[in-house]
């Protein structure tokens, strides 16, 4: 007897120290997911799938019933009824002859909450952040194109026109004033009137740096190279006749079609970061020019070196700006081949390819930077497939002789295709990206602020290129090299269907010049007020994230006070809610991180 109930207490003792294992084994296994201790209910799981017998009354002493040895009688060990006790559950829980012990804890119930939760993220909330960022970022391009075409010649024509206004006044009516604007060398005596008013005739340092001391000299030089750069970019796009590379691109097999479209598209997302960098460095080159020439101790050679810099800079802008717009024109002849094809095999193969990102996107490790950057890439791609489409249609009219022969209702259908797909995809593309990193619609609301505060501080809207890293001068060039050919068709259309009424109508020069000047006037004009109520939706949402950012930061205010016994939180005055929006505005932390991506 002194024999068998030794083997029982060390059996006990046994079985405890199991318990203890199992609960260190489960504390280890929930303490990446979650802080809590280990439930019962799991200690019952677990040791009835191992045999194991716990007691309701206490579920922290586990005791095992083994058979004792009856040196008496000498009977051998009874079988443990319990060792069938779960194999028994599981059959009747498997035939549903019995309830199942599911847990229905808290922790379970969250876990099932926070999966439908993403389950309509994925369907819903985040798609619908998504097309509403793409959709904002779209019409910031779209007035980036405006204003390369309306508002950077006007600008130009502005500021030239009050400079030569001002050089000319000066010529008649101050010849010393004259004189040092454009850098004349001459002795002047004390009595002729100075240029900078002072007594003192000017030196002949201040009479050749007189230009860079205009308050919009940077603005001024850095409007006329970009100009100077799409001028370029459209003149040298009509050394490629449209007609000769359609024909071409036709003739080839279609799987040359998708792998040249597929090659396309590659360089049109390289071009577009490497303009953009292009771009801001020859900003800084004028910057640093004009800083140089305003300088009272610059030297000759410090001005020719900066000169030197901003040539270089300028001519691989203009190369760059050839570059692309090459790129996009054969983009869009290629689109328009797949487009006019007898069969829609062409446009399938084309349309596949949309689907190729999926792949090198989906199943990547992305952080909210790297997915601010393929957002941005997915915003460019749709625009520049705009631009391509609306290419297209005017070759159709252009080759047809009239809108209605040129706009069909294949090409509306093929051109919805092509636009529905590239939306699915990436709609598709984002949501899933969102689910495998484990990312919220919460973080394309921050993308949107922070497109709506880089808009809202941009000076000009056709330097989009800081915001969404979109470069409107190859798509401006693309659309002005189709814009004379398309007028002449339309121009000689109308005279076509006057002839047939028997009208003579004529079109003087005089006549085309004045149509032009006032369909340029009308485009200004919606250029205009596109970008006023432009910005406006973009302070109207960064005034509402503001007043959603304070209410929030008010009731942590009354939680934490409530949290430490205070009766009544403190109540802000309009003073103080107007400095705390201030403050919120200024403070790019306090509404979403800058997402600087390098494109």
């Not at 002859?97 to 389950?119: I, T, Y």
Request: hydrophobic residues 40%.
């Amino acid at each position: 007897r002194r024999k068998s109930n030794s083997q029982f207490t060390s059996q006990e003792e046994l079985t405890t120290d199991e318990e203890e294992l199992l609960a260190e084994e489960m504390q280890k296994e929930r303490g990446s997911e979650t802080t809590s201790p280990v439930l019962p209910a799991d200690i019952q799981t677990i040791s009835r799938s191992l045999h194991l017998r716990t007691n309701n009354n206490d579920t922290s002493s586990i005791t095992t019933t083994s058979a004792t040895n009856n040196e008496n009688n000498g009977e051998e060990k009874k079988p443990n009824k319990d060792r069938n006790y779960f194999w028994r559950e599981y059959v009747l829980a498997e035939l549903g002859l019995a309830p199942s012990n599911r847990e229905n804890d808290e922790k379970s119930n969250a876990e099932l909450a926070n999966a439908r939760q993403r389950v309509f993220d994925l369907l819903w909330h985040l798609p619908r952040e998504l097309e509403r960022l793409c959709f904002y970022g779209c019409l910031l391009c779209g007035d980036a194109i405006l204003g390369i075409l309306t508002s950077l010649p006007v600008r130009v024509f502005v500021l030239t026109s009050r400079g030569l206004f001002a050089l000319i006044s000066s010529y008649f009516f101050n010849p010393a004033k004259y004189a040092a604007a454009v850098g004349l060398r001459k002795k002047m005596d004390a009595s002729s009137p100075d240029v900078d008013g002072d007594g003192d005739p000017p030196s002949p340092m201040t009479r050749r740096q007189s230009w860079a001391k205009h308050p919009l000299a940077r603005e001024q030089l850095c409007d006329l190279l970009w100009l100077s750069m799409l001028a370029a970019a459209v003149f040298l796009s009509y050394s490629l006749d449209v007609s000769v590379l359609y024909h071409y691109v036709r003739g080839q097999e279609v799987i040359k079609l998708y792998m040249a479209a597929s090659v396309l598209e590659c360089f049109d997302k390289l071009c577009c970061s490497f303009n953009g960098n292009v771009l801001d460095a020859l900003t800084h080159s004028v910057d640093k020019i004009v800083d140089t020439a305003q300088h009272k101790f610059s030297r000759r050679r410090d001005v020719f070196v900066c000169g030197l810099q901003l040539f270089v800079d300028v001519i691989l802008s203009t190369f760059a700006t050839a570059s692309h717009t090459f790129v996009l024109l054969l983009h869009a002849v290629t689109l328009s081949v797949a487009m006019n094809s007898h069969t829609n095999a062409m446009l399938l193969v084309l349309i596949s390819n949309n689907f190729s990102e999926m792949k090198g996107h989906v199943f990547k490790k992305q952080d909210e930077a790297k997915l601010f950057g393929v957002t941005r890439l997915d915003i460019i791609e749709r625009v520049h497939l705009t631009v391509c489409l609306l290419f297209v249609a005017a070759q159709r009219i252009i080759a047809a002789g009239s809108i209605s022969g040129g706009l069909t209702k294949k090409f509306a259908t093929d051109c919805l295709l092509v636009l529905g797909s590239e939306v699915f995809v990436d709609i598709v593309k984002h949501s899933f990206m969102a689910k495998f990193n484990s990312l919220r619609p919460a973080t394309y609301r921050r993308y949107f602020r922070q497109f709506c505060r880089e808009h809202v501080k941009l000076a000009q809207s056709y330097k989009i290129h800081r915001v969404v890293g979109f470069v409107p001068l190859a798509p401006a060039a693309l659309l002005l090299r189709v814009v004379p050919p398309l007028y002449e068709t339309l121009r000689v259309g109308d005279s076509y269907q006057s002839r047939d009424s028997k009208e003579e109508t004529t079109y003087t020069t005089t006549e085309s010049l004045a149509v032009s000047v006032l369909g340029f006037l009308i485009l200004v004009v919606v250029k205009l007020l596109f970008g006023v109520l432009l910005h406006h939706w973009g302070v109207r949402m960064l005034a509402t994230e503001i007043a959603e950012k304070q209410r929030k930061l008010q009731q942590e205010g009354k939680n934490k006070d409530a949290g430490e016994g205070e009766d009544e939180a403190p109540i802000l005055d309009h003073g103080k809610v107007v400095s705390v929006r201030k403050m919120m505005a200024d403070n790019d932390t306090l509404l979403t991180p800058n997402f600087k991506v390098a494109m």
